[in-house]
């Protein structure tokens, strides 16, 4: 398998644009898991999905953010509008169930100028 | 809430022996512990889990006491390519916070 795959890898914004990140989970991974990583705050869980249904967004830090899975393999991440405070890596996770190990992707490096 | 405690960095040489004991007061009876590596620039990989007493594999071993309120991480004979921060978890019972990673331990290996 080819792990979890993002895209992309980098992005650089503007303020006010629409960024989408991308994730492809593991192939018979039930649960997806997207965090957010910077200096300050460390690695933020934003929000997890099982069986492709949204189980806590508690972390989502604001109504700009959204995310979706219309399916077992693939999950996108939305910041309308965006700001510079977004920027951050964002990193996308799987595991076979809910709680087991999870494998993080590559992650996306945001940079909103 | 599924909290952790855990020294926030450690210093070693290459050869040594490292230990990483992680905090866990309020672990659940079904819970296992899972440890992560984490270098810079790449999300944390899974180094190994645990429920009691000890367990090992070609990366570390995990040493649990029979209370289960604290983990060790033993990573033998440490390389410079062990700098890296490890972070320990457990579901506790479910939900987010069991998901939370905290600030981890950034462990520095020097020559």
């Known amino acids: 398998d080819a792990g979890v795959i993002q895209s992309p890898r980098h992005e650089v914004t503007e303020m006010g644009q629409e960024v989408t990140l991308r994730c492809k989970p593991i192939s018979g991974h039930n649960s997806l898991f997207w965090y957010r990583q910077t200096m300050m705050r460390g690695l933020e869980l934003l929000i997890y999905f099982n069986n492709n249904v949204p189980i806590d967004d508690s972390g989502m830090p604001e109504d700009r953010f959204s995310a979706k899975m219309p399916n077992a393999s693939f999950s996108t991440l939305k910041i309308q509008p965006s700001e510079p405070r977004d920027s951050a890596v964002y990193f996308c996770a799987s595991s076979f169930e809910l709680y087991y190990e999870q494998y993080f992707g590559p992650g996306t490096r945001l940079t909103v100028t | 809430l599924a909290k952790t405690t855990q020294p926030v960095s450690m210093d070693s040489y290459e050869g040594q022996e490292v230990n990483i004991t992680c905090s866990h007061n309020?672990?659940?009876?079904?819970?296992?512990i899972t440890w992560y590596q984490q270098f810079p620039s790449q999300g944390p990989r899974f180094i190994i889990q645990g429920y009691k007493t000890k367990v090992t594999n070609e990366v570390a071993s995990l040493f649990i006491p029979a209370d289960r309120k604290s983990s060790t991480l033993s990573l033998p004979r440490v390389s410079l390519s062990d700098t890296a921060v490890y972070y320990c978890l457990f579901p506790s019972g479910g939900g987010a916070d069991g998901l939370t990673f905290g600030k981890g331990t950034h462990l520095i290996i020097q020559p």
């Open positions: 309020n672990i659940a009876t079904n819970d296992y």
